[in-house]
């Protein structure tokens, strides 16, 4: 199995484990075991739970960081906007698992930094959605669209419903929720 898929092979696993067991309570001998690895074989990857836990993390984020990236360069325009929240929506989508380990185990994310991180890339992508000038109201709608996307993409399970359709609602709110902020 070539690197990259043992890589990802030992974080689908690990984040497996933590979210079954909890992060403090899962070793990297059990991470081995169920994969059917050495303890060896899976430290030439990584050599601490923390480093499949930053790998993970840094994984699910590229896409938000390129997303940062593309927003910088382009037109503070609605469609632009848009596209920020339908291009964010899928990244969130593909952080899911990783956004549950977050929530499931707060104490250590706190320890790894890594919510602040997410924080600063939430806050990031709000300023390419949210304009300086405009009214508290529209600032407030903008935000709301962002949360409309976190909310529908965490909490959206409990309601019963097509998942697609659920997602799609989601985004259709903050897409509404963002043309009202644009005032158009």
Known sequence: MARGNTRQRIQDVALELFAEQGYEKTSLREIAERLDVTKAALYYH?????????????DLARPIDELVAWAGEQPRTL????????????????????????????????????????KERFLSLNQFIQEPEAPMKDKVRAVSAMFALHAGTFFMDNVEGDPEEKQEAVLEVALDLIEQAQGA
């Not at 990584?46 to 840094?58: A, L, N, P, R, Y």
């Not at 339908?86 to 956004?99: G, H, M, N, S, W």
């Not at 250590?108 to 991180?117: E, H, P, Q, Y």
């Open 79 to 118: 469609e632009t906007k848009q596209e920020i929240l339908r291009r964010y929506q899928k990244a969130l989508r593909a952080a899911t698992p990783l956004f549950r380990f977050m929530h499931e185990n707060q104490a250590t994310v706190r320890d790894l930094s890594i919510g602040l991180t997410f």
């Open 46 to 58: 990584f050599k601490t739970k923390e480093d499949i836990i930053i790998g993970i993390f840094q």
